[in-house]
């Protein structure tokens, strides 16, 4: 894990296109697979549902998180959105908070046929990895929603983030 001392989104940045990336935002997500010590997570923000027979989800992972590698093995994973309240734990699994023991001692998980899913969590995914692609300096995946689970009753405080911070819907 990696704590950053400077802020990704600084105007001092010389990557235009980040500082671009970092205002346009989105709800944040938690992405976790694997079984008991092979469990991995990653807070994803950059991804996009598209619609038709079989409705997929397209992400941006980093190449070097340990999400891909188990998502590789596994082929099936939950994505989760999360809600305000979540905020620390998202940045447990982005790696920019510590997380003593691990992302996933930090909160409640409940085991399920494609990962362990945020016991918190009424709205969230199944999925299965069908493809990626290097896109820029990140992995595209594209996974099948296999299952969906809506909590229509849920808060409506949905954890967003932009500029590098997050923000309450």
Do not use: C, N, Y
Not at 40 to 53: D, E, K, N, Q, R
Not at 109 to 121: E, I, Y
Not at 133 to 158: K, L, M, T, Y
Request: charged share 25%.
């Amino acid at each position: 894990m990696t704590i950053h001392t400077t802020h990704p989104f600084a105007a001092g940045d010389p990557d235009p296109a980040r500082r671009f990336r970092g205002r346009v935002g989105g709800a944040v997500t938690l992405w976790t697979t694997g079984k008991d010590r092979s469990r991995a997570g990653l807070t994803v923000s950059s991804l996009m549902v598209a619609l038709g027979p079989e409705p997929s989800i397209l992400a941006l992972l980093d190449p070097d998180a340990d999400l891909l590698d188990a998502l590789r093995d596994d082929g099936v994973a939950v994505v989760q959105l999360l809600s305000w309240a979540d905020r620390d734990l998202a940045e447990a699994f982005a790696g920019t908070a510590p997380a003593p023991g691990g992302p996933f001692r930090q909160a409640e998980f409940v085991d399920t046929d494609h990962g362990p899913r945020l016991a918190s969590a009424g709205t969230w995914a199944a999925v299965r990895l069908v493809g990626e692609r290097a896109v820029g300096w990140s992995v595209e995946v594209q996974v099948v929603i296999e299952h969906v689970e809506i909590d229509e009753d849920g808060p409506d405080d949905a954890l967003l983030h932009r500029r590098g911070r997050f923000h309450k819907a």
